[in-house]
């Protein structure tokens, strides 16, 4: 049984304008995704509520247990969020391309769906569980990966565009 192994896609050393001003730029993006998000989310979950509660008076209380569904549509909203928006053409959630930036895995492949789902659960549980200090870990790799990214295979890179006008910019400087 023969196993293809792929070579890393990017290189930091070779390659420094993927890798420049990622990290900032990255958490700003993070804050414009929650933004949209919540901006989504919390509407519906308003109206689900009062749709819920006037189901809950026609069905004399019944209707109420459908409350416990609100939180698992709000956390279903965010990872097809996610989803949909990494496996688009450009790889990135409309922060990250607010922000020039993409995720592509190691060997250099664009994200797809489940890639960009199971992403934001990777995230959202390495944060939880782990607590948020397990964000210092992009500090110790030269590739300024987090820890699912890790896991995950992935990398958040500059887009060709920024790439290319950072390349150029880097070309005019001395060494």
């Not at 247990?65 to 450009?90: C, E, K, N, Q, R």
């Not at 990214?149 to 290319?164: H, M, Q």
């Amino acid at each position: 049984m023969s196993i293809d192994i792929k070579p890393h896609a990017y290189d930091p050393a070779m390659q420094p304008e993927l890798f420049d001003g990622v990290l900032p730029r990255r958490v700003v993006a993070f804050v414009i995704d929650f933004l949209i998000i919540a901006a989504v989310a919390v509407p519906l979950a308003a109206l689900l509520a009062i749709f819920i509660f006037a189901l809950g008076i026609i069905t004399l209380g019944i209707g109420w247990i459908l409350f416990a569904l609100i939180w698992p549509a709000l956390v279903i909203w965010a990872i097809v969020y996610f989803g949909m928006t990494l496996a688009s053409p450009a790889s990135a959630t409309i922060g990250m391309r607010v922000m020039d930036l993409e995720l592509r895995t190691w060997y250099g492949a664009p994200a797809y769906f489940v890639l960009g789902a199971v992403h934001a659960i990777g995230f959202w549980l390495s944060v939880s569980v782990l607590t948020p200090f397990i964000l210092l870990v992009c500090f110790f790799n030269d590739r300024r990966r987090l820890l699912h990214d890790i896991v995950l295979g992935t990398v958040v890179i500059n887009n060709a565009r920024r790439a290319n006008m950072l390349r150029s910019g880097m070309a005019g400087t001395p060494g």
